[in-house]
């Protein structure tokens, strides 16, 4: 450390002092968060390994309590159910997350154009729909008894295609485009459709990659509609899936609330973090491809209304 001859410390130095202590601190604030957001999922693949008769007695820790795989056992015991359920919500997933980005973003990009002069009339739609909701009854009619779609995989792919809080993220996003690219375009003699696809298309990354990973999110997890229109097809949807087994052994469970040996066997608790388990862990891996592009998307799309 440099001393004047007087004795003090220069004042360059208290500064470079002061932000390297800054930096430490942030440093470790930021470390204690990250272990404070993994603890759950540490805590849920712990009692998912865990004896069900140690947990309901002791609770959940951070280590297994009596390791059991006996949870896992009943989540999978019918392989070709649960490979069948995977394949679909992957199918799913993947098929609703590349149409609702493709027409979403070309949604937002007419909505955006200033030279679509009913762009704020089409808007207002989209906007209403965020507030009144027709509401199941209206819906579960509309799907089943016009479209046709009662055990149809489309019954769970088309609602999720378009959401109206999506399309004003992207519109948002947009704005921060310049309107001159497109009448550059113009000039040149591209079409609408062309201008999209070869100058808007690939400055969108970071609005694409963060409503793909929404649009993913809401694929993944869908059951509710699941539940609604499926119900005859073998191989459904993986939450859905998992949400039938849990409740079928808490059925099973609660109907032998008599016998204390078999009740015993039964893993309730530890078989939720089980499915949790597999349900959460595939759509974990996606997150740091679109990390970089997650957060300006989000900050972009909602500083302009």
Known sequence: ?????????????????????????????????????????????????????????????????????????????????????????????????????????????ALYRPDFLIRNSIAFFFYFTTLFSAGLAPSYIWMTRYLHLKNNYLAVLLPLLMSPWLIILMRNFMKSLPFEITESGKIDGAGDFRIFISLIFPMMKPALATIGLFLALSYWNEWYNSMLYLPNLDYKPLQYYLYKIVNEAAALRQSLAGSVVIVGA????????????????????????????FISGIVVGSVKG
Not at 266 to 293: D, E, H, R, S
């Open 266 to 293: 039964l893993p309730t608790t530890t078989l939720k973090m089980a499915t949790a388990a597999l349900a959460t862990g595939p759509i974990i891996l996606l997150y740091p491809f679109v990390q970089k592009y």
């Open 1 to 109: 450390m440099t001393i004047t001859r007087n004795g003090t410390i220069p004042a360059k130095v208290r500064k470079d002092a002061v932000s390297a202590s800054v930096a430490f601190f942030a440093v470790v604030f930021v470390l204690s968060f990250a272990v404070l957001c993994l603890l759950p999922f540490v805590m849920m693949i712990s009692a998912s390994v865990s004896d069900e008769n140690i947990i309901m007695t002791e609770g959940i820790g951070i280590l297994p309590k009596g390791f059991s795989t006996e949870a896992y056992k009943i989540a999978l015991k019918n392989p070709r159910f649960i490979i069948g359920s995977y394949i679909v919500t992957i199918l799913l997933t993947v098929t609703g997350t590349s149409l609702g980005l493709f027409l979403i973003s070309m949604t937002g990009y």
